[in-house]
């Protein structure tokens, strides 16, 4: 059983940035971020092979977010810049032991058997 934990959510304005962190109890394990607003679906972020360190990301946060590994910490970083009202919810950190995006569909939260616990971003207009 791969454990992760989440870290780094917050409140910030506008165009701030904010990192979140998740640690994972395992070295081979492909990471994805998912996040949910209130009172929508589970959407898919972010996501980062363990093989090497291929990353996706959603249309509505490319060039905004950043998706990275920190293999000697089993850390997997994402680097939120730019944020938006929109951008607000509960992200939460996934993982799975497949390696290949092409392999499995990575924006699907049913790739992913390991949940972090989940970590609050607000972002003020």
């Known amino acids: 059983q791969v454990q992760l934990v989440e870290s780094g959510g917050g409140l910030v304005q506008t165009g701030e940035s904010l990192r979140l962190s998740c640690a994972a109890s395992?070295?081979?394990?492909?990471m994805g971020w998912f996040r949910q607003a209130p009172g929508k679906e589970r959407e898919f972020v972010a996501a980062?092979?363990?093989?090497?360190?291929?990353?996706r990301y959603a249309d509505s946060v490319k060039g905004r977010f950043t998706i990275s590994r920190d293999s000697a910490k089993n850390t997997v970083h994402l680097q939120m810049n730019s944020l938006r009202p929109e951008d607000t919810a509960v992200y939460y950190c996934?993982?799975?032991?497949?390696?290949?995006?092409?392999?499995?569909?990575?924006?699907?939260?049913?790739?992913?058997?390991?949940w972090g616990q989940g970590t609050q971003v607000t972002v003020s207009s």
């Open positions: 996934a993982g799975a032991r497949w390696g290949r995006f092409d392999s499995v569909n990575y924006a699907n939260t049913g790739s992913y058997p390991y």
């Open positions: 395992e070295r081979t394990v492909s």
């Open positions: 980062i092979t363990w093989t090497i360190d291929i990353t």
